[in-house]
């Protein structure tokens, strides 16, 4: 039987095989090994080579939470209390709490701890005192400040860390075990051997192992001072890195975290220490910068400052034991240990800490390209209203002149997002094609034109006093963030924008657009670079969360979100300090009043709802006046109805509606919802006032459309709808910044800001008031002062 279930395995194995290229990828999935016989035999990962335990690691944050076996390791800083003696336990049981859930949740997971001196140090200094007065009875020469030996204090410590641990752990239904390692250990072949297939077995018995080096024997480290090559500094000597397959050096629990990393196959090694991570000098340093993340060619850019004041191993030795692990596989994180809920921000893929990572993609971090796009704002800033016009011009024309280049790119996300099984309307919003080129070409050219008098536009320009004149002026925001989903045709065309008012712009696209999106940026970034200011927008490619991207208030001036309700809500609802544009729902309603052309209603109905149903400004309730259902000859409901299900749109009804139909169309189980499809709602209201309550009960303030032939109710509706956009007799299809004349818009806005409804250039424009005087100080102002005020408008520069 087993023979002959070997035999099946072995052929589903091989099925694998010729799926991943990378066998030991799948033998690592199975714990199990094919001979040559084809009998499947378990790996006995104590006899495993080092250049067999090579994997690949994560090549960016968002993969950790992929990560299955961890490995943490808790420095002496993160879980001793600042006077070194005793512990952090509020902190140590946050840390604990963090490890049990992932070890709920199916992680696997190993402790490397410190804390037994300290420990041990508490308890000693309490008996010490305790029994001060018979010492200095029986030892009357003894020194009555008695310091405690390290090697006392950790054999009296361990007992009583590992008791609280397992008190700890206990909480959760946890269990642990207590592993103490020497040096010696890793040098006898035995008792390593021995040493993993213990953790091998504790592990599968879904036990914590909670690993130390034996302090009570381990000898003292000895610090030699030498001359770092990095920066001329002086740094503590605390081991050396035997690069060979044999390991590496045991001089810390850095080291030892990263050994045992290594050679069970650990996924993530997570180093816990006081300081937020490597940064590139001295953190308490000016202009100290942390590194998020850490490739190998940021090592020649950093410089260490001093070790932890606890503990044996400082950020140098950290730093070398991250790289060493990451050489053999195992994806690290070092983070301050301090920091609330640490472990589950990293596994779900955070920004905490400093991320090792092998990737060469060379894509820099959004901060620094924020940085950048600063830098590049102020060059454009500096342009004249024709040379940026130009640059909108130059892009306009490539998005014509290198069409296929764009559509071959556009095809390869097509074909992935098919694979995937991406929803029609969103494949509908990702796909490109040549008209659609040349649409965002004429809208792009129709910015440039109305761009020239755009940035440094005077708004008021007032005579203060003699000599005194004041100037409000048009400025760029600053630096924007636009998020999009799968809507690769908002890149050039938020980009066009950016150029046009001057303004820095960070663009964070949707995954299924990736290829697209990399290729309209080419285009872009050669557009920038004939006005030399490649650099003022930038596609932010990593894998940034967004929740991190929202909390750049330092870099980022303004967010405008584009997409899903959920994305914006999302957004809004987190980006506590950087002001949010945007909408999160387009929930548009048609009014159809009793006075109606019902020929136009049927036609303006047709396209607000089945032209781009997927659009925000797609109708989703359709409103009629009772009158139109009631009377006998009223055939209106009837035809629209008609009308709508032979275009494919499925309807719900009203409460309302539901109540006078003895059978029709099901109840809409929401009337406040955006249904972004072939779909929508039909509600019964009394009067244009009842139609303006529904909307302002269930609508979005996004557009909303009334249909009457009488003009005094079409201007109370548009007077009392609180919308962004009210029409007569239009369409809500109208509501976009190229039908506007804007050229393209870069969002549409249902907030009650300076920007509202659909956002083109001066949308992206604050202002600043320019002073102008000769020698004017406000104590002249006073009362019986020399000096008066006129307050005169002055007429506006051309």
């Given at each position: 039987?087993?023979?002959?279930?070997?035999?099946?395995?072995?052929?589903?194995?091989?099925?694998?095989?010729?799926?991943?290229?990378?066998?030991?990828?799948?033998?690592?999935?199975?714990?199990?090994?094919?001979?040559?016989?084809?009998?499947?035999?378990?790996?006995?990962?104590?006899?495993?080579?080092?250049?067999?335990?090579?994997?690949?690691?994560?090549?960016?944050?968002?993969?950790?939470?992929?990560?299955?076996?961890?490995?943490?390791?808790?420095?002496?800083?993160?879980?001793?209390?600042?006077?070194?003696?005793?512990?952090?336990?509020?902190?140590?049981?946050?840390?604990?709490?963090?490890?049990?859930?992932?070890?709920?949740?199916?992680?696997?997971?190993?402790?490397?701890?410190?804390?037994?001196?300290?420990?041990?140090?508490?308890?000693?200094?309490?008996?010490?005192?305790?029994?001060?007065?018979?010492?200095?009875?029986?030892?009357?020469?003894?020194?009555?400040?008695?310091?405690?030996?390290?090697?006392?204090?950790?054999?009296?410590?361990?007992?009583?860390?590992?008791?609280?641990?397992?008190?700890?752990?206990?909480?959760?239904?946890?269990?642990?075990?207590?592993?103490?390692?020497?040096?010696?250990?890793?040098?006898?072949?035995?008792?390593?051997?021995?040493?993993?297939?213990?953790?091998?077995?504790?592990?599968?018995?879904?036990?914590?192992?909670?690993?130390?080096?034996?302090?009570?024997?381990?000898?003292?480290?000895?610090?030699?001072?030498?001359?770092?090559?990095?920066?001329?500094?002086?740094?503590?000597?605390?081991?050396?890195?035997?690069?060979?397959?044999?390991?590496?050096?045991?001089?810390?629990?850095?080291?030892?975290?990263?050994?045992?990393?290594?050679?069970?196959?650990?996924?993530?090694?997570?180093?816990?220490?006081?300081?937020?991570?490597?940064?590139?000098?001295?953190?308490?340093?000016?202009?100290?910068?942390?590194?998020?993340?850490?490739?190998?060619?940021?090592?020649?850019?950093?410089?260490?400052?001093?070790?932890?004041?606890?503990?044996?191993?400082?950020?140098?030795?950290?730093?070398?034991?991250?790289?060493?692990?990451?050489?053999?596989?195992?994806?690290?994180?070092?983070?301050?240990?301090?920091?609330?809920?640490?472990?589950?921000?990293?596994?779900?893929?955070?920004?905490?800490?400093?991320?090792?990572?092998?990737?060469?993609?060379?894509?820099?971090?959004?901060?620094?390209?924020?940085?950048?796009?600063?830098?590049?704002?102020?060059?454009?800033?500096?342009l004249s209203p024709a040379e940026r016009a130009d640059c909108v011009n130059t892009l306009a024309d490539l998005l014509v002149s290198k069409k296929d280049f764009i559509l071959d790119a556009n095809q390869k996300d097509l074909a992935d997002a098919q694979r995937n099984?991406?929803?029609?309307?969103?494949?509908?919003?990702?796909?490109?094609?040549?008209?659609?080129?040349?649409?965002?070409?004429?809208?792009?050219?129709?910015?440039?034109?109305?761009?020239?008098?755009?940035?440094?536009?005077?708004?008021?320009?007032?005579?203060?006093?003699?000599?005194?004149?004041?100037?409000?002026?048009?400025?760029?925001?600053?630096?924007?963030?636009?998020?999009?989903?799968?809507?690769?045709?908002?890149?050039?065309?938020?980009?066009?924008?950016?150029?046009?008012?001057?303004?820095?712009?960070?663009?964070?696209?949707?995954?299924?657009?990736?290829?697209?999106?990399?290729?309209?940026?080419?285009?872009?970034?050669?557009?920038?670079?004939?006005?030399?200011?490649?650099?003022?927008?930038?596609?932010?490619?990593?894998?940034?969360?967004?929740?991190?991207?929202?909390?750049?208030?330092?870099h980022i001036d303004l967010i405008i979100p584009r997409g899903s309700s959920e994305l914006v809500r999302t957004i809004q609802d987190q980006s506590q300090r950087i002001p949010v544009l945007g909408h999160a729902e387009g929930i548009c309603h048609v009014y159809v009043?009793?006075?109606?052309?019902?020929?136009?209603?049927?036609?303006?109905?047709?396209?607000?709802?089945?032209?781009?149903?997927?659009?925000?400004?797609?109708?989703?309730?359709?409103?009629?006046?009772?009158?139109?259902?009631?009377?006998?000859?009223?055939?209106?409901?009837?035809?629209?109805?008609?009308?709508?299900?032979?275009?494919?749109?499925?309807?719900?009804?009203?409460?309302?509606?539901?109540?006078?139909?003895?059978?029709?169309?099901?109840?809409?189980?929401?009337?406040?919802?955006?249904?972004?499809?072939?779909?929508?709602?039909?509600?019964?209201?009394?009067?244009?006032?009842?139609?303006?309550?529904?909307?302002?009960?269930?609508?979005?303030?996004?557009?909303?459309?009334?249909?009457?032939?009488?003009?005094?109710?079409?201007?109370?509706?548009?007077?009392?709808?609180?919308?962004?956009?009210?029409?007569?007799?239009?369409?809500?299809?109208?509501?976009?910044?190229?039908?506007?004349?804007?050229?393209?818009?870069?969002?549409?806005?249902?907030?009650?800001?300076?920007?509202?409804?659909?956002?083109?250039?001066?949308?992206?424009?604050?202002?600043?008031?320019?002073?102008?005087?000769?020698?004017?100080?406000?104590?002249?102002?006073?009362?019986?002062?020399?000096?008066?005020?006129?307050?005169?408008?002055?007429?506006?520069?051309?």
């Amino acid at each position: 039987m087993s023979q002959v279930f070997a035999k099946g395995l072995t052929k589903n194995l091989s099925k694998f095989n010729s799926i991943f290229a990378n066998k030991s990828f799948v033998r690592s999935l199975c714990n199990v090994t094919i001979g040559k016989d084809g009998i499947i035999k378990p790996i006995d990962k104590r006899t495993l080579q080092t250049a067999d335990r090579r994997q690949t690691t994560f090549s960016d944050r968002s993969q950790l939470r992929y990560a299955k076996r961890l490995v943490i390791k808790l420095g002496s800083a993160v879980i001793t209390r600042e006077d070194q003696n005793g512990l952090a336990l509020g902190r140590l049981a946050s840390i604990v709490e963090q490890v049990a859930e992932c070890q709920i949740e199916g992680r696997e997971c190993i402790m490397v701890t410190s804390g037994a001196v300290a420990f041990g140090k508490q308890k000693l200094a309490q008996e010490l005192l305790m029994t001060l007065t018979m010492r200095e009875t029986l030892h009357p020469k003894e020194d009555a400040n008695h310091i405690v030996e390290p090697r006392a204090a950790a054999a009296v410590g361990q007992s009583g860390l590992m008791s609280l641990y397992d008190a700890m752990f206990a909480q959760y239904g946890v269990r642990i075990a207590q592993v103490l390692l020497t040096k010696p250990d890793f040098h006898n072949e035995e008792t390593r051997k021995n040493l993993f297939a213990t953790l091998t077995e504790l592990i599968s018995l879904n036990i914590v192992p909670i690993i130390n080096t034996n302090d009570a024997v381990t000898p003292p480290m000895l610090l030699v001072e030498e001359d770092n090559p990095v920066k001329g500094s002086k740094r503590s000597n605390l081991y050396e890195i035997d690069h060979n397959d044999k390991g590496i050096s045991i001089k810390d629990n850095d080291s030892l975290a990263a050994m045992l990393s290594a050679e069970i196959q650990s996924d993530l090694l997570i180093l816990m220490s006081d300081v937020d991570g490597i940064y590139n000098k001295p953190p308490w340093e000016d202009n100290a910068r942390l590194l998020h993340t850490f490739s190998r060619d940021d090592r020649k850019n950093i410089r260490f400052g001093k070790k932890s004041k606890v503990g044996t191993g400082g950020m140098d030795s950290k730093l070398n034991a991250a790289t060493w692990a990451l050489d053999r596989g195992v994806s690290v994180v070092i983070c301050n240990g301090s920091q609330d809920n640490a472990i589950k921000h990293i596994v779900a893929g955070r920004k905490i800490g400093t991320f090792f990572t092998e990737s060469t993609t060379g894509s820099l971090p959004a901060d620094t390209l924020a940085e950048n796009a600063r830098n590049g704002c102020r060059i454009l800033q500096n342009l004249s209203p024709a040379e940026r016009a130009d640059c909108v011009n130059t892009l306009a024309d490539l998005l014509v002149s290198k069409k296929d280049f764009i559509l071959d790119a556009n095809q390869k996300d097509l074909a992935d997002a098919q694979r995937n099984g991406l929803a029609k309307p969103l494949l509908n919003r990702l796909s490109l094609s040549a008209e659609k080129l040349r649409g965002l070409s004429t809208g792009l050219k129709q910015i440039a034109e109305t761009s020239h008098s755009i940035v440094g536009r005077v708004l008021r320009h007032t005579k203060l006093a003699d000599g005194l004149t004041l100037k409000q002026v048009t400025v760029p925001i600053g630096v924007l963030l636009v998020i999009f989903e799968s809507r690769p045709d908002s890149l050039p065309q938020v980009a066009a924008l950016s150029i046009a008012s001057a303004n820095g712009c960070l663009l964070k696209g949707g995954k299924e657009a990736t290829y697209s999106n990399k290729a309209l940026m080419e285009i872009v970034k050669e557009a920038l670079s004939t006005v030399g200011a490649t650099n003022a927008i930038s596609l932010i490619s990593t894998r940034e969360e967004i929740s991190d991207l929202l909390c750049m208030e330092k870099h980022i001036d303004l967010i405008i979100p584009r997409g899903s309700s959920e994305l914006v809500r999302t957004i809004q609802d987190q980006s506590q300090r950087i002001p949010v544009l945007g909408h999160a729902e387009g929930i548009c309603h048609v009014y159809v009043d009793r006075d109606a052309d019902l020929a136009k209603a049927l036609k303006i109905v047709r396209d607000a709802k089945c032209d781009y149903p997927a659009a925000c400004n797609a109708m989703e309730t359709l409103l009629i006046h009772e009158d139109l259902f009631l009377n006998s000859n009223a055939s209106f409901f009837n035809d629209v109805c008609n009308m709508l299900k032979h275009e494919g749109v499925t309807i719900y009804s009203g409460p309302k509606l539901n109540q006078v139909l003895t059978f029709g169309p099901p109840q809409a189980k929401h009337l406040k919802h955006e249904y972004g499809d072939l779909a929508c709602c039909i509600e019964l209201v009394k009067d244009v006032d009842d139609a303006i309550r529904h909307i302002h009960k269930y609508g979005s303030s996004h557009t909303d459309v009334i249909i009457t032939e009488n003009q005094m109710a079409a201007e109370h509706f548009q007077k009392q709808v609180d919308s962004a956009c009210v029409f007569h007799n239009a369409s809500s299809r109208f509501a976009d910044g190229f039908r506007f004349g804007l050229g393209a818009e870069v969002g549409i806005s249902t907030a009650r800001i300076h920007a509202r409804g659909p956002v083109g250039v001066e949308g992206l424009l604050s202002t600043k008031w320019i002073l102008d005087g000769v020698d004017h100080s406000a104590a002249e102002f006073s009362e019986n002062g020399p000096r008066q005020y006129v307050h005169e408008k002055l007429p506006l520069p051309n």
